[in-house]
């Protein structure tokens, strides 16, 4: 699922990680076709975009302006 990407350029990396976590909450639900019966699998699925949740969440950060 990973976009290739110039590395400045946050946007494709961000709809991936957010189409992942929309995997996950699909998987949560028993009428979709991906669902997991099992809340292990849905963590080890997020797990596996920890990294560039931490990124993107890294990122967004250091654009925020200190509030006074």
Known sequence: ????TKPHTPAPRIIDVLQAVLGVID???PEHET???????????????????????????????PRR
């Open 1 to 4: 699922m990973q976009t290739k």
């Open 27 to 29: 998987m949560s639900n």
């Open 35 to 65: 669902f997991a019966d099992s809340a292990a699998d849905c963590l080890d699925e997020l797990l596996r975009h920890e990294a560039d949740l931490r990124a993107l969440l890294a990122r967004a950060q250091s654009y925020q302006t």
